[in-house]
């Protein structure tokens, strides 16, 4: 019965966050007239005042921000003069603003029985950017998951099955260490994991248009986050093998631990989709983690050194796992 409620109170809520508009605000914006704060009251429009010109026009032309705005008071008519800045990474919710705009304009121009004179002028541009396709948001998400899947349900079954049939102890009569035993499991499905991950970039790549802003060397960065995820998620499965009495108790054991990553970590949609309350939680898990840095890292050319904070968060999460698979982890 659980599962299935999992996936009620995900699809219901799915779209309960609504579509947001990232409007850039310009640093000599004025925000005290009565177009700044009109769009201050709109929830569709967040507005963003703490970043940088630069910064901004980072995020505009990778399609990390919607808009940008700049409104500059005149002293002659008209009052003001709107300079709106959209891109072509981000076409439909440009689209979205615009015409939200025109409304706020349209009513401001248009009550009484005699028109006022016009509010503002607004002189458009569009900056150049990268398309951002779906590929590109569901191939990271894809790969994640599939390390996840691997990482514990792989796991899990490999070493209970070792465990029941007694091959672990069978080990112990040989001069073979127990580290070996689980460096061997986990050094081989790392290379095979790593050659699915590089099969799967490569397909997306040549056959869809997946982007890799970097050539190999994104492709590398994207190798190494699998690594770190995979290791993430092997822990999970040591954790499952200890505590599991059969087999047929892993599949329920493994889906509690990755069903709700599948399903709110952004593996198929954004979590900006998700109410607020589904948003913290999905905040917390580390596979979303794994897939913003993997699209940071393919998409924006991100480095490994300017995802710190995702790293930070997989860190966090490697310890906490391996500390409570150590305990839980049982050779016979």
Same mark, same amino acid.
């Given at each position: 019965?659980?599962?299935?409620?999992? &996936?009620?109170?995900?699809?219901?809520?799915? =779209?309960?966050?609504?579509?947001?508009?990232?409007?850039?605000?310009?640093?000599?914006?004025?925000?005290?007239?009565?177009?700044?704060?009109?769009?201050?009251?709109?929830?569709?429009?967040?507005?963003?005042?703490?970043?940088?010109?630069?910064?901004?026009?980072?995020?505009?032309?990778?399609?990390?921000?919607?808009?940008?705005?700049?409104?500059?008071?005149?002293?002659?008519?008209?009052?003001?003069?709107?300079?709106?800045?959209?891109?072509?990474? !981000?076409?439909?919710?440009?689209?979205?603003?615009?015409?939200?705009?025109?409304?706020?304009?349209?009513?401001?121009?248009?009550? =009484?029985?005699?028109?006022?004179?016009?509010?503002?002028?607004?002189?458009?541009?569009?900056?150049?950017?990268?398309?951002?396709?779906?590929?590109?948001?569901?191939?990271?998400?894809?790969?994640?998951?599939?390390?996840?899947?691997?990482?514990?349900?792989?796991?899990?079954?490999?070493?209970?099955?070792?465990?029941?049939?007694?091959?672990?102890?069978? &080990?112990?009569?040989?001069?073979?260490?127990?580290? !070996?035993?689980?460096?061997?499991?986990?050094?081989?499905?790392?290379?095979?994991?790593?050659? =699915?991950?590089?099969?799967?970039?490569?397909? =997306?790549?040549?056959?869809?248009?997946?982007?890799?802003?970097?050539?190999?060397?994104?492709?590398?960065?994207?190798?190494?986050?699998?690594?770190?995820?995979?290791?993430?998620?092997?822990?999970?499965?040591?954790?499952?093998?200890?505590?599991?009495?059969?087999?047929?108790?892993?599949?329920?054991?493994?889906?509690?631990?990755?069903?709700?990553? &599948?399903?709110?970590?952004?593996?198929?949609?954004?979590?900006?989709?998700?109410?607020?309350?589904?948003?913290?939680? !999905?905040?917390?898990?580390?596979?979303?983690?794994?897939?913003?840095?993997?699209?940071?890292?393919?998409?924006?050319?991100?480095?490994?050194?300017?995802?710190?904070?995702?790293?930070?968060?997989?860190?966090?999460?490697?310890?906490?796992?391996?500390?409570?698979?150590?305990?839980?982890?049982?050779?016979?």
């Amino acid at each position: 019965m659980a599962f299935p409620l999992i &996936f009620i109170i995900v699809f219901a809520n799915l =779209g309960g966050g609504g579509v947001t508009v990232d409007v850039g605000v310009a640093k000599t914006c004025d925000t005290t007239g009565p177009i700044y704060q009109t769009l201050k009251k709109i929830s569709v429009v967040h507005l963003i005042t703490n970043e940088s010109t630069d910064q901004m026009a980072k995020n505009l032309s990778k399609g990390n921000m919607d808009v940008i705005i700049d409104i500059q008071k005149n002293n002659t008519r008209p009052p003001y003069t709107l300079n709106v800045q959209y891109t072509n990474s !981000s076409p439909q919710k440009g689209g979205i603003f615009k015409s939200l705009l025109q409304s706020i304009l349209y009513q401001m121009n248009s009550y =009484g029985s005699t028109a006022p004179p016009a509010m503002a002028v607004v002189r458009e541009a569009t900056v150049k950017g990268r398309e951002y396709k779906y590929i590109d948001f569901i191939l990271p998400g894809m790969l994640g998951f599939s390390l996840l899947s691997s990482g514990v349900f792989g796991t899990a079954f490999v070493f209970l099955s070792l465990r029941i049939t007694l091959v672990i102890k069978r &080990f112990f009569a040989t001069p073979v260490r127990k580290y !070996s035993i689980v460096l061997g499991e986990a050094l081989a499905r790392l290379v095979f994991s790593l050659l =699915g991950a590089l099969f799967i970039i490569a397909i =997306g790549h040549y056959w869809f248009g997946f982007t890799l802003v970097h050539g190999i060397t994104t492709v590398l960065n994207m190798l190494v986050l699998s690594a770190i995820g995979l290791i993430i998620f092997m822990g999970f499965g040591f954790i499952i093998s200890g505590i599991a009495k059969n087999e047929s108790s892993i599949p329920p054991l493994s889906n509690i631990i990755t069903l709700p990553q &599948f399903l709110l970590s952004g593996t198929f949609f954004s979590t900006s989709a998700f109410p607020k309350v589904l948003q913290s939680i !999905s905040d917390v898990l580390p596979l979303t983690h794994l897939n913003n840095a993997m699209r940071e890292v393919a998409f924006e050319g991100a480095g490994l050194g300017e995802i710190t904070h995702q790293l930070l968060i997989l860190g966090i999460w490697f310890v906490c796992i391996y500390a409570v698979a150590v305990k839980t982890f049982k050779w016979e």
